[in-house]
């Protein structure tokens, strides 16, 4: 990601486009201790080039 696109990507920007698109691996063992926890969202344009990876990597369909 860094050399195509300029900028890097977290875990947990990967996991929350997957579980946009379904794919969920495992439950996550690590859950937030309050139910009213808040996650930083990940910006569109990081959205857009996870989504281009994981079709590249045919785990999702082409629009």
């Given at each position: 990601?860094q050399?195509?696109y300029?900028?890097?990507?977290?875990?947990?920007?990967?996991a929350?486009?997957?579980?946009?698109?379904?794919?969920?691996?495992?439950?996550n063992?690590?859950?937030?201790?309050?139910?009213?926890?808040?996650?930083?969202?990940?910006?569109?344009?990081?959205?857009?080039?996870?989504?281009?990876?994981?079709?590249?990597?045919?785990?999702?369909?082409?629009?």
């Amino acid at each position: 990601m860094q050399d195509k696109y300029g900028f890097h990507v977290t875990n947990l920007n990967i996991a929350q486009v997957m579980q946009k698109h379904g794919i969920i691996e495992r439950e996550n063992y690590n859950k937030a201790k309050s139910e009213n926890s808040k996650q930083p969202g990940c910006p569109e344009e990081k959205i857009m080039a996870i989504e281009d990876a994981m079709r590249h990597f045919q785990m999702i369909m082409s629009n």
